[in-house]
């Protein structure tokens, strides 16, 4: 199964948290979470940083915090008011920092903890707030405690991972999502045992069965909730709780790997446990990666009553590009049957791209030269107006496109590079292989960022990490600055629209002109105000069949500069003021 569908699955839904700041021993009531409800979480537009591709201060290649920092008025310019950044913490960097060896301190190449507090308080001067990646599924090999547990079977550390003695007999299969043979337990002969990996052998994953690692885990949480931070995202915790007798599962199970890894167990009781131990305690806003296998699961993890977390990640839409393109009803229909579950309860984040996907335009929209900015326009605006928290990735302000990568040493995404030996060990197809990676690895997604037209993009003085996308003269920062119509700008006024507008975050969405193939059309609706959205998601002119005369409505913004009326252009994108 392909990299990036698997990590769709294993991301078939999020979620997100929001508690308070100073730690008290009451729980503040702020979890309620129904659509009408106001909340700083809803309102906010997310825009995600992947530290290493984002800004280099020190030469060495590596995007580092200094380098957030030193552009904290640009990413305030952009009208957003809260930044997650994946994982900063020390890692010895198997998975970019998916891979934790001390979760109290700062990974080398991205700083010190100093470069850490300074970053929060620039952040805060500016009102922004800052969410972290919290990885806990699972930790890096070179962690203390790994280190500890593999060293004997009766290390107080050993309960805090998964083993299988060797006397038991061989464990039954489970796969992983990134080892080079999908083999996920790892033979280890000091102890004469397996552990188990979900993710690749340098990640073990943790035993939340054990009280102890739990509670060893609320206390990392409490200490960044101290520093003053604004929330975590739990990165893969839907796997977290495990059946741990580890039943035999029907051969090829990971064709349906959701259902077997996803929300196990205890889960429910760990984030209730969580929520009271931590969670209650702050205002805080989480995200805990995958929200099961149906809606009721999603729904279970934020429902307000169950003290669990307070908005969904669902995933269910961002898989649904494909190398051959996508049917836009099929997209329709999922946004509209997650937006109408959660219409009553619960809160829905809106996202099309992040760390683990391709870029925005190049898989939902077109990178054409001719159609990206227009594309990328309409896909900012369905984003920033559909209901729920939009999550933003960094570059797709700019439009910036999927890097094109022919050659397997310009790749640098472990899973990329494993599967690759995979297959020449097994006698795969490597071009048709090399030809898919060019739409779905992450790689993609994770080129530096293009400042500006200077070598590197100016992302760097140094040799970059990952190679510069080819297309920065013409793609950068510096030049859509000044142009008042560039991709940047409009960002801007999308996301300026959203705040000003509150009907955008907690209007009523109706679906309309269902079947039509071409155009995705819907209102917002909340207290007397209503607007109209309409998006042509094709490269040709298309009819909106709305029913709604627009002669009296006030069209509010666009991606074209003559635009208006219910023909659309090549990717238009068009919302009205109806009342
Ligand atoms: C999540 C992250 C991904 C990472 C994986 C293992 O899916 O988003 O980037 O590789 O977990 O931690």
Known sequence: MPIHKLLSICAAGCLLLANCKQADDKPKNIQKNNPGEQQWWKEAVVYQIYPRSFKDSDGDGIGDLKGITSELDYIKSLGVNTVWLNPVYSSPNDDNGYDVSDYRNIMKDFGTIQDFDALLKGMHSRGIKLVMDLVVNHSSDEHEWFKQSKSSRDNP?????????????????????????????????LTRSYYLHYFSRKQPDLNWENPKLRKEIYDIMRFWADKGIDGFRLDAFQ???????????????????????????????????MNKEVLSKYNVMSVAEGSGNTLEDAHNMVDADRHELNMAYAFEGVSIAQPNGYSLLHFKDVFTKWDSAFAQKGWLSIFLANHDQARLVSRFGNDNPQYREVSSKMLTTFLMSMRGTPYYYNGDELGMTNAGFTKIEDYKDMPTLNEYKHLKQTGGDIPAFLKRQQFECRDNGRTPFQWDNTANAGFTKGAPWLKVNANYTAINKAAQEKDPNSCLNYFRKMVKLRNDNKVLVYGKYTLLDKANPDVYAYTRETGGTKMLVLLNFKNKPATANTGINLSKAKLLISNYAKAGGTTLQPYEAAVYQLN
Not at 161 to 175: D, I, L, T, V
Not at 249 to 269: S, W
């Open 157 to 189: 550390y050993r309960n805090y991972y998964h083993w299988w003695n060797e006397e038991q007999g061989k464990p039954a299969y489970r796969y992983s999502l990134f080892d080079i043979n999908h083999d996920a337990w790892r033979y280890d002969s």
């Open 239 to 273: 796997f977290a709780a495990k059946d741990t007798t580890f039943p035999a599962f029907p051969k090829h199970f990971e064709k349906n790997f959701n259902q077997y890894y996803g929300v196990q167990g205890n889960l429910h009781g760990y984030l209730q446990e």
